[in-house]
């Protein structure tokens, strides 16, 4: 069975309206959202289906993730977590298969690496007006060697309209950047940000396959982002403080580039960090890079080595994490270690998971705030 097939094709999608009785239509599916859970509803009529069961990747607790089938739908009550909208997939079982799905009966999806999500929004979230900001500008691409590396790493520089290249500004450097354009509308942010303080965006992006290497506190990446990228943009403009920018994995790459390479960047913002520890983290001892992103993570909280002719110094950051993601914990961990190393540290909960919304939603008005405190 493969999604699609004639058994998901039978499956009912909700018109527009929400019901305030899930209970009142027993034929009605999809969705029934409230202020302190849902009531995610999947049409199966004919009952083909063996079972339904959620799929999350934040952290659920004890709830149960298994659908029981009545009068021709499959139905989960599921209680409220501590955020204001929530990303999920479903499995269909039939005749001992199983297949991954967004809802069938949900009509609002959200993009990702691995495959649309579902989502649901509870009363409280409201996207933020900033995404209808144009996002006007020209972006050019920054060509660099290889250096130390098998491939260049992509670079665009995006500059808001109107802003000569002799022009200093804040530098603004991505990981993670053409996704976190397409699916955060991070230009928007950004032009709605230059209409009273200019700054500049460098989008990097790792080529495919490279990223989980690059992006793991890997010494060469780190060394040709000092010594090859960076050179390379601040010589194409006028450049005031540098600030790095990056999610998950590409949060612990920039942290890494700034204590392996004092003065490269003027301020952190890590999103979400894959901070790993052996002791919070041991649901990823089985990834590839797990005890180099352990090492270089205790390396960090260690504190900096004052025996080095240049020794990392501390600079203003912002760490902002999901309420209800895996990361949490270790996030809240390499916080308390870079207070406790006099970085100026401000630390945002937000009331999300690991996902690009929740990434991009923190951007106002914390990365603002970060960005203006800079000098």
């Not at 499956?11 to 859970?37: F, I, K």
């Not at 060697?145 to 992509?154: A, F, K």
């Not at 003065?263 to 894959?274: E, I, K, P, R």
């Not at 270690?337 to 100026?344: G, I």
Request: aromatic letters at 8%; glycine letters at 8%.
């Amino acid at each position: 069975m493969t999604y699609g097939d004639r058994m998901s094709a039978r499956h009912r999608r909700p018109d527009d309206s929400d019901p305030s009785d899930p209970g009142a239509d027993p034929t009605r599916t999809g969705p029934v959202v409230g202020p302190d859970g849902v009531v995610l509803r999947v049409g199966d009529p004919e009952h083909l289906l063996d079972g339904v069961r959620l799929e999350v990747d934040w952290m659920l607790g004890e709830q149960n993730r298994e659908f029981s089938w009545a009068d021709g739908r499959w139905t989960l009550e599921l209680s409220r977590p501590a955020a204001w909208r929530i990303e999920y997939q479903l499995t269909l079982r039939r005749d001992g298969d199983t297949v991954w799905t967004p809802d069938p009966d949900n009509p609002r999806r959200v993009p990702n690496p691995f495959g649309d999500k579902s989502e649901i929004r509870f009363p409280e979230y409201r996207e933020p007006n900033w995404l209808l900001t144009p996002a006007d500008g020209p972006v050019t691409e920054i060509r660099t060697p290889n250096g130390r590396l098998t491939q260049p790493v992509p670079v665009k520089l995006w500059s808001p309209a109107g802003l000569p290249a002799a022009t200093a500004a804040p530098l603004l450097l991505v990981h993670d950047g053409s996704d976190m354009a397409d699916r955060g509308h991070l230009l928007s942010w950004a032009a709605e940000h230059a209409r009273t303080r200019p700054l500049r965006v460098a989008l990097l992006d790792p080529p495919h396959g490279l990223r989980d290497q690059w992006y793991s506190a890997d010494p060469d990446y780190s060394a040709h982002m000092a010594e090859v990228v960076l050179p390379a943009l601040t010589s194409r403009v006028l450049t005031g403080p540098i600030v790095g920018l990056g999610a998950s994995l590409g949060a612990l790459a920039m942290l890494t580039l700034q204590r392996r390479h004092p003065g490269s960047v003027s301020g952190l913002a890590l999103q979400s960090g894959s901070f790993f520890t052996a002791t919070l983290d041991p649901q990823e001892s089985g990834y590839s890079h797990f005890d180099r992103i352990c090492a270089a993570v205790r390396q960090v909280a260690a504190g900096p080595d004052l025996s080095v002719d240049a020794p990392p110094r501390s600079v203003p950051t912002l760490i902002t994490c999901g309420a209800i993601e895996e990361n949490r914990f270790n996030n809240e961990a390499m916080a308390d270690a870079l207070r406790a190393q006099q970085y100026p540290l401000t630390f945002r909960l937000v009331p999300d998971a690991h996902t690009m919304i929740g990434w991009r939603d923190a951007w106002y008005p914390a990365l603002n705030e970060l960005l203006r405190g800079l000098r």
